[in-house]
Structures are given as structure tokens and as C-alpha cells.
């Protein structure tokens, strides 16, 4: 069965080899590679191009579109029924495609497929995030935040461009999978598949536009939660609501509301106490994901985390 990997780039010139490396090491083999630059203005269309594959090819823009519209164009040119998404800075673990594959032959209702992912920081994996196997899961944790991995995930290309693809804007994954999550199945296979790069000198900004963008976003499915998502501790989501993406001093009052209930619940007691913080430091808290953080120290030496280290290492020297 083949697949078209869809990868959209933009200035992505440090990136851009290491990204498509691990696409072309994979141990499914049976793909072809669709890169789209969106009108980059460093070398990355040039390192590109010295790669020799068989299997990429190469769409060059003139200028910048936008990756919403990109990506439309990717699904409309693609060869191939399903899709794999990846991003011209992140890292597929070399088995991603047979495990997906794997999955899916295993689970043929799923329609949107992706994983557990590592972050990497710089050189260094900082911590792992956990996702929901099964749809129900995914599909109720949509009103705080998507568990789907854009950028390491595989659908059904028929069906999201039956329901129109995707908007030209800031989340355009979070808006598709909102947009679609009372007509496809979703899914995530319980293993790392693939390591997504934060950069350090961009976390805050990008945290900012995307909490911004994430609040006015979900507005319309907060007007019914009970309607949208079956959900009836209103209170306790439109606290969370506010604490990652509005105003903390209107996530507390939300809490408040709790009453007693937070103190049995030590994640929303977490959350309710670093409201009292400044602004500064309330951003700086949110940023560190410390609850990942300290799952990833405590689980460190496991034999998964560490051969992923290992992997990590040793993909790094080989594409440096």
C-alpha cells in the first residue's frame, strides 16, 4: 500500500535534511515523498535538490501562500489514498509509516492516525507527550486541546477533502479536527513515532499566537458544551479553558466555582495556585510543561526512552 508523504516547508534550511532523512530511512519503503517549499527565502530549495531520491518530488512557490492553503494543494496532487503529514524541522522514527500501516490494517474505521511524540529542545529530549489510544478520548479532549500530532500523522485523504480540507490559519489542524470530530474516527498508536522540534528562542511567541488563536477558535463550541461534547462539568472546562489560553485571574474565578472539589483534584488545586503568580511567571510556568517533564525524569531509564535517546544520538551525528 502506498503513501503520499505530504511535507510542506518553509525556511527550513537547518532543518529541512534532517527532516527528510528520516522520511527517506524509513523501514516501509513503498511512498512517495511531496515536498512543497512555500516560497522560502534562505537555501532551503537547495538542499533539497542534493538530495537524490527517486521518490521526492519538489514543488517550488514563488511566493509565500500559507500552509493551510498548501496543504490543500499537497491532498488535491498527492498520489496515493492515504496521507502522512511531516514538518520540515521534526524527526519520524525510522519505523513510523509500519506501525501506522500496522495499525490501521488492524483498526480499518480509523480515519486520522498519530502517536506518542517526543519534544526536542534544542539537542535534547525534554519530555514525551502521552495520547489517548481510542476515539472517544480524543474526541472529548478536542475541547481543551487536539491529541492528534499534525505532523506525525496519517489519514484518509478522501475524507478530509470531502469535508473541505483545511483553513488558510494560524491552527488549522485544531479548526479541521473540531470541524470533523462528530463525522471521522480518530486514533494514536501507543508508541513514539516521532520527535517534534520546539525551537528556544520562538516557545513564548509561538504559545502566545497560539493561545490567542485557540480561544477565539473554541468560543462557538463553549456557547454548549453539553451539546458539542456531551460534557456537563462545565465549570472545570471553561477553568482549563482560560488557564491555557485566556485570562488566569477569569480561570480562577471558573475554579472557584469548584469549591471543594479542588482540593481532591491535584491538578486543578496545581493550576488554581499558579494563578496567584505574576503574569510573567504564571506564562513561564505554563511554558515548562512540568508535569511532562517530571513523567520523562521519572520514566527516564526506561528501555523505550533510552533507545530513543540512542536513536536520537546517533541520527544526529550521521545527518550533521
Known amino acids: 500500500m502506498g503513501i503520499s508523504v505530504l511535507l510542506p516547508t518553509y525556511n527550513n534550511s537547518k532543518y529541512i535534511y534532517q527532516s527528510v532523512c528520516s522520511i527517506l530511512n524509513?523501514?516501509?519503503?513503498?511512498?512517495?515523498?511531496?515536498?512543497?517549499?512555500?516560497?522560502?527565502?534562505?537555501?532551503?530549495?537547495?538542499?533539497?535538490?542534493?538530495?537524490?531520491?527517486?521518490?521526492?518530488?519538489?514543488?517550488?512557490?514563488?511566493?509565500?501562500?500559507?500552509?493551510?492553503?498548501?496543504?490543500?494543494?499537497?491532498?488535491?496532487?498527492?498520489?496515493?489514498?492515504?496521507v502522512?503529514?511531516?514538518?520540515?524541522?521534526?524527526?519520524?522514527m525510522p519505523d513510523r509509516f509500519k506501525c501506522q500501516l500496522e495499525y490501521l490494517r488492524i483498526h480499518p474505521d480509523v480515519d486520522v492516525l498519530s502517536s506518542k511524540y517526543a519534544v526536542l529542545i534544542g539537542n535534547k529530549i525534554r519530555y514525551v507527550v502521552n495520547t489517548s489510544e481510542h476515539h472517544d478520548k480524543i474526541r472529548e479532549k478536542l475541547v481543551?486541546?487536539?491529541?492528534?500530532?499534525?505532523?506525525?500523522?496519517?489519514y484518509k485523504k478522501d475524507i478530509i477533502l470531502k469535508y473541505g480540507g483545511y483553513k488558510n490559519i494560524y491552527i488549522e489542524d485544531y479548526e479541521?479536527?473540531?470541524?470533523?470530530?462528530?463525522?471521522?474516527?480518530?486514533?494514536?498508536?501507543?508508541?513514539?513515532?516521532?520527535?517534534?522540534?520546539?525551537?528556544d528562542n520562538a516557545i513564548s511567541q509561538q504559545l502566545e499566537n497560539k493561545n490567542r488563536s485557540a480561544y477565539v477558535?473554541?468560543?462557538?463550541?463553549?456557547?454548549n458544551l453539553e451539546h458539542e461534547f456531551g460534557l456537563k462539568n462545565i465549570n472545570v472546562y471553561k477553568g482549563w479553558r482560560e488557564y491555557f489560553y485566556g485570562d488566569k485571574k477569569t480561570a480562577r474565578f471558573y475554579f472557584n466555582k469548584l469549591?471543594?472539589?479542588?482540593?481532591?483534584n491535584p491538578r486543578i488545586l496545581s493550576a488554581y495556585l499558579t494563578t496567584f503568580l505574576s503574569e510573567k511567571n504564571f506564562k513561564a510556568?505554563?511554558?515548562?510543561?512540568?508535569?511532562?517533564?517530571?513523567?520523562?525524569?521519572?520514566?527516564?531509564?526506561?528501555?523505550?526512552?533510552?533507545?530513543?535517546?540512542n536513536f536520537l544520538k546517533d541520527f544526529l551525528n550521521q545527518s550533521a
Open 144 to 154: 481543551l486541546h487536539s491529541e492528534i500530532n499534525h505532523s506525525g500523522l496519517i
Open 259 to 264: 469549591n471543594l472539589r479542588i482540593l481532591i
Open 84 to 92: 502522512a503529514r511531516m514538518d520540515g524541522d521534526d524527526i519520524s
Open 26 to 82: 524509513q523501514t516501509y519503503k513503498d511512498f512517495e515523498l511531496l515536498i512543497i517549499d512555500d516560497g522560502s527565502s534562505d537555501n532551503t530549495v537547495q538542499i533539497i535538490k542534493s538530495i537524490k531520491d527517486s521518490r521526492i518530488r519538489l514543488i517550488c512557490h514563488e511566493k509565500n501562500l500559507g500552509l493551510g492553503e498548501t496543504l490543500n494543494q499537497g491532498l488535491q496532487i498527492s498520489g496515493y489514498p492515504l
Open 176 to 199: 479541521l479536527w473540531l470541524r470533523l470530530k462528530d463525522k471521522i474516527v480518530f486514533g494514536n498508536v501507543q508508541k513514539v513515532l516521532l520527535i517534534k522540534r520546539y525551537h
Open 285 to 309: 510556568f505554563k511554558e515548562l510543561r512540568l508535569r511532562l517533564r517530571i513523567n520523562y525524569a521519572l520514566k527516564f531509564f526506561r528501555k523505550e526512552f533510552t533507545n530513543l535517546r
Open 217 to 223: 477558535l473554541t468560543e462557538q463550541y463553549y456557547n
